[in-house]
């Protein structure tokens, strides 16, 4: 959650967060009596424990006859400081309650509004031009035997695929390839679980007003996770990190599952914006005062990998309206999309600050040889999504499609996508 004390010194720096955001700005005035009031119970209960204390000493010293008379007054004492320590613990889940309500404020210079607000901060290479009429990710995929999304429904529902042949060997390829650019920046690899406690899930700040997204199992009170990042975040909790010769940074490969509520008529078509899709996912833990500098590293890996794929993308500064609730700042990368005329995003990259950590306790110890909060940082270096503008943009007009130079030794040197048999030609 966020710093108490950064609310208490400045809440303005909180109320505009949330005014740019399009959040309640009430939330911080809350918080803040909420906060006053939790102090003063727990001030109370402390007192109220130090007093019994010594009462218990004196009580311990009497004599015989005066110690029975002082035992009553003990066990009233006793109660008060019970009631006291009720009363504190209420006061501080109710403050717990209302500042969670307060999402981690944005870093100067994000723009204010909503998801329309963004800012472009840079484009690559050109949007690519055809002399024929080109064919969208989903007809290239079934000319090529690479997607069946018939089957995907049939068997799993809507918003369900196969990745077959051709395009099983893409999506590995491609997964290997951003694997092995991991690798190279100093990333461990890990393969992490895709099921994960409610308490993992909630200190992320995937829980709340996000709740709807995510698959819940009651049974077992598991959730599935949207993102390794879940679980790359839940790796450190309760533990104190020594960052001090450089960052922790993994890479998460996972299966990851979304419900996409709320996303009915929206990109149902192909593989664009499906219930279940693999992922290798940065995530990084360092210094706060680093964060800033470790934001533009992954982005930096992440354009080095659309670059090497030879597609053409943005990168937008997304409008704190736009944001979730644990990221300070995100910039997402779009690639363009040719059959769609636009930019669609491909990966995104967030800087959570101290928020992340501060939920699941995550520390390091500063020169005072006191712990404070790390910072946490995530970007997306591959995912299936990808195969909608690699298909698209390097496809012909035959329906074959030429794999980009780069992905070349993950394929066996395949150089060229071929449309299969059209059963009974000749």
């Given at each position: 959650?966020?710093?108490?004390?950064?609310?208490?010194?400045?809440?303005?720096?909180?109320k505009?967060?949330?005014?740019?955001?399009?959040?309640?700005?009430?939330?911080?005035?809350?918080?803040?009596?909420?906060?006053?009031?939790?102090?003063?119970t727990?001030t109370?209960?402390?007192?109220?424990?130090?007093?019994?204390?010594?009462?218990?000493?004196?009580?311990?010293a009497?004599?015989?006859?005066?110690?029975?008379?002082?035992?009553?007054?003990?066990?009233s004492?006793?109660?008060?400081v019970k009631?006291?320590?009720?009363?504190?613990?209420?006061?501080d889940?109710?403050?717990?309650a209302?500042?969670?309500?307060?999402?981690?404020p944005?870093?100067?210079?994000?723009?204010?509004?909503?998801?329309?607000?963004?800012?472009?901060?840079?484009?690559?290479?050109?949007?690519?031009?055809?002399?024929?009429?080109?064919?969208?990710?989903?007809?290239?995929?079934?000319?090529?035997g690479?997607?069946?999304?018939?089957?995907?429904?049939?068997?799993?529902?809507?918003?369900?695929?196969?990745?077959?042949?051709?395009?099983?060997?893409?999506?590995?390829?491609?997964?290997?390839?951003?694997?092995?650019?991991?690798?190279?920046?100093g990333?461990?690899?890990?393969?992490?679980?895709?099921?994960?406690?409610?308490?993992?899930?909630d200190g992320?700040?995937?829980?709340?007003?996000?709740n709807?997204?995510?698959?819940y199992?009651?049974?077992?009170?598991?959730?599935?996770?949207?993102?390794?990042?879940?679980?790359?975040?839940?790796?450190?909790?309760?533990?104190?990190?020594?960052?001090?010769?450089?960052?922790?940074r993994?890479?998460?490969?996972?299966?990851?599952?979304?419900?996409?509520?709320?996303?009915g008529?929206?990109?149902?078509?192909?593989?664009?914006?499906?219930?279940?899709?693999?992922?290798?996912?940065?995530?990084?833990?360092?210094?706060?005062?680093?964060?800033?500098?470790?934001?533009?590293?992954?982005?930096?890996?992440?354009?080095?990998?659309?670059q090497?794929?030879?597609?053409?993308?943005?990168?937008?500064?997304?409008?704190?309206?736009?944001?979730?609730?644990?990221?300070?700042?995100?910039?997402?990368?779009?690639?363009?999309?040719?059959?769609?005329?636009?930019?669609?995003e491909?990966?995104?990259?967030?800087?959570?600050?101290?928020?992340?950590?501060?939920?699941?306790?995550?520390r390091?110890?500063?020169?005072?040889?006191?712990?404070?909060?790390?910072?946490?940082?995530?970007?997306?270096?591959?995912?299936?999504?990808?195969?909608?503008a690699?298909?698209?943009?390097h496809?012909?007009?035959d329906?074959?499609v030429?794999?980009?130079?780069?992905?070349?030794?993950?394929?066996?040197?395949?150089?060229?996508?071929?449309?299969?048999?059209?059963?009974?030609?000749?």
């Amino acid at each position: 959650m966020i710093d108490p004390v950064l609310l208490r010194e400045n809440p303005d720096l909180f109320k505009r967060s949330q005014e740019a955001r399009g959040d309640s700005v009430g939330a911080v005035d809350a918080a803040l009596a909420a906060d006053a009031e939790r102090r003063s119970t727990i001030t109370a209960f402390e007192d109220l424990r130090a007093a019994q204390n010594l009462f218990g000493k004196r009580v311990a010293a009497a004599p015989g006859a005066e110690k029975k008379a002082l035992v009553a007054e003990a066990q009233s004492l006793a109660a008060e400081v019970k009631a006291a320590g009720v009363i504190a613990g209420e006061a501080d889940a109710r403050f717990t309650a209302i500042v969670k309500t307060i999402a981690n404020p944005i870093i100067d210079g994000v723009p204010a509004g909503d998801e329309a607000n963004f800012k472009t901060l840079r484009t690559h290479g050109d949007a690519p031009v055809f002399d024929f009429e080109p064919r969208d990710h989903l007809e290239l995929g079934e000319l090529l035997g690479a997607i069946d999304m018939a089957r995907g429904a049939k068997v799993s529902g809507t918003r369900f695929y196969f990745l077959k042949g051709i395009g099983a060997r893409l999506e590995i390829a491609l997964m290997n390839m951003a694997l092995d650019r991991a690798l190279a920046a100093g990333f461990v690899p890990l393969i992490t679980p895709t099921l994960v406690r409610p308490e993992i899930m909630d200190g992320t700040g995937f829980l709340g007003e996000h709740n709807d997204e995510v698959y819940y199992l009651p049974t077992d009170d598991l959730y599935l996770t949207g993102t390794s990042e879940v679980a790359l975040a839940g790796y450190h909790k309760d533990e104190i990190l020594d960052l001090s010769e450089e960052p922790l940074r993994y890479a998460g490969w996972s299966t990851c599952y979304r419900r996409e509520a709320g996303s009915g008529g929206k990109d149902t078509r192909g593989i664009i914006r499906v219930h279940q899709f693999n992922k290798l996912e940065m995530f990084t833990y360092v210094l706060p005062e680093n964060a800033e500098a470790e934001h533009d590293r992954l982005v930096a890996l992440q354009e080095g990998m659309l670059q090497s794929l030879g597609l053409s993308y943005r990168v937008i500064d997304v409008a704190a309206g736009d944001l979730g609730g644990s990221a300070a700042r995100k910039f997402d990368i779009e690639a363009w999309v040719p059959t769609q005329n636009a930019f669609r995003e491909l990966t995104s990259t967030s800087n959570c600050t101290t928020y992340q950590a501060r939920r699941l306790d995550i520390r390091y110890r500063t020169d005072t040889g006191k712990t404070a909060p790390v910072a946490t940082l995530n970007g997306t270096l591959a995912t299936t999504r990808w195969l909608v503008a690699m298909l698209e943009t390097h496809q012909q007009a035959d329906g074959s499609v030429r794999v980009p130079e780069a992905l070349r030794p993950y394929l066996g040197g395949l150089e060229v996508l071929t449309p299969l048999p059209v059963k009974g030609a000749k």
